[in-house]
């Protein structure tokens, strides 16, 4: 079982910064990759940046340049970290903001697995 503690959230005025963090433990093997995801009210659950266990990274288009995504690899895989610096906020990144992470069990079966998610809200 996958354990995904996020936390970092709140609120921030537009313009300003906020780093999420999602601490992903359990009986992993590996972990392919770890993402985030926001999801805003009537909206659909988007991409917002993902994180391979090589170090590529992918961006939503919109945050390009203004967030960044960064791992922290345990050495024996039993608890990894991924961060979401976000900087330069605009009123259309609030959303609550979900962790996402593949991988393996230590019983080789794959999993995904998402966070409880954490609201961020920008405005004056």
């Known amino acids: 079982q996958v354990c995904l503690v996020e936390s970092g959230g709140g609120l921030v005025q537009p313009g300003g910064s906020l780093t999420l963090s999602c601490a992903a433990s359990?009986?992993?093997?590996?972990?392919?990759?770890m993402g985030w995801y926001r999801q805003a009210p009537g909206e659909q659950r988007e991409l917002v940046a993902v994180i391979a266990s090589g170090g590529s990274t992918n961006y939503a288009d919109s945050v390009k340049g203004r967030f960044t995504i960064s791992r922290d690899n345990a050495k024996n895989t039993a608890k990894n970290t991924v961060y979401l610096q976000m900087n330069s906020l605009r009123p259309e990144d609030a959303a609550v903001y979900y962790c996402?992470?593949?991988?393996?069990?230590?019983?080789?079966?794959?999993?995904?697995?998402w966070g409880q998610g954490t609201q961020v809200t920008v405005s004056s």
């Open positions: 359990g009986t992993i093997l590996s972990i392919n990759t």
């Open positions: 996402n992470v593949l991988g393996y069990y230590s019983s080789g079966q794959s999993f995904i697995s």
